[in-house]
């Protein structure tokens, strides 16, 4: 019983989960949840999807990676093809890989699918806004006092330099710039930029009339002027560095 896969659509969603599962007994929690999401991602990117997210909920990574026929174990893949885009996520007692993150990957390639994996990673951060339940700003500002910050010019124009770093520091410096760059210039410049395919340098000189490098300096000089108590710091370093 406990193998059979059921269905239900939604406005913008096919849910599919199996009977006697944990998404089973949820699934108006993640209709909700996800439907409010979509609403927030859609209304800022200002982007219509073709056709409704597929969205496959599992019972742990190995069933992700089963069903999704993906080349390793892992909490959420998303499958970004405008006419059919795909989500299998993990939906246990320990681990809810529901929320804005693959959605926004899902939604957003409707739009465009660029070369820069550090700009569509810190979109969907962005949406998260936090890592590990630290604010983006505040895991930036930690590893900018810590001396472990890294470059996100780098990040942006070097998709190997992203991949080698840690996914704890790469993704919400990532997800801190971009909320910077959408709140200083406006999501539409943001999005016009997501649309670039090749030559990073050139287009943020082209929206912006900045290099990119110069709006990184920005950025840094934003995420330094926060403010934060001791015990913040020291609770966000608990999770960031032991989590």
């Known amino acids: 019983m406990g193998n059979i896969w059921k269905s239900i659509k939604t406005e913008h969603y096919i849910f599919n989960y199996k009977s006697e599962s944990l998404a089973e007994g949820e699934i108006q929690k993640i209709i909700d949840l996800q439907e409010n999401c979509f609403k927030e991602i859609t209304d800022t990117l200002k982007i219509k999807l073709r056709s409704k997210i597929n969205y496959w909920l599992c019972d742990s990574r190995k069933e992700v990676m089963n069903e999704s026929k993906f080349e390793f174990e892992t909490n959420g893949v998303t499958f970004c093809n405008p006419d059919n885009p795909t989500i299998y996520a993990v939906y246990n007692e320990t681990t809810k890989c529901v929320g804005y993150h693959e959605d926004v990957h899902a939604i957003a390639c409707q739009y465009a699918f660029p070369s820069s994996i550090a700009i569509i990673e810190g979109l969907a951060m962005h949406f998260d806004k936090v890592w590990w339940k630290v604010p983006n700003e505040l895991c930036t500002y930690v590893y900018l006092i810590d001396g472990k910050y890294e470059s996100v010019e780098k990040m942006v124009l070097d998709n190997d330099f992203f991949y080698e770093k840690p996914d704890s520091i790469s993704y919400p410096i990532m997800g801190a710039f971009t909320a910077f760059v959408i709140a200083r210039y406006g999501s539409e410049k943001y999005m016009a930029l997501y649309q ?19 709006i990184e300096i920005k950025f840094i000089e934003w995420c330094k002027k926060k403010e934060y108590s001791k015990d913040c710091i020291c609770d966000a370093r608990e999770k960031l560095y032991n989590g």
Do not use: P, R, S, V
Request: charged share 45%; net charge negative; no cysteine.
């Open 196 to 214: 670039e395919h090749e030559d990073w340098e050139q287009a943020f000189k082209d929206i912006y009339e900045l290099e990119l490098a110069e």
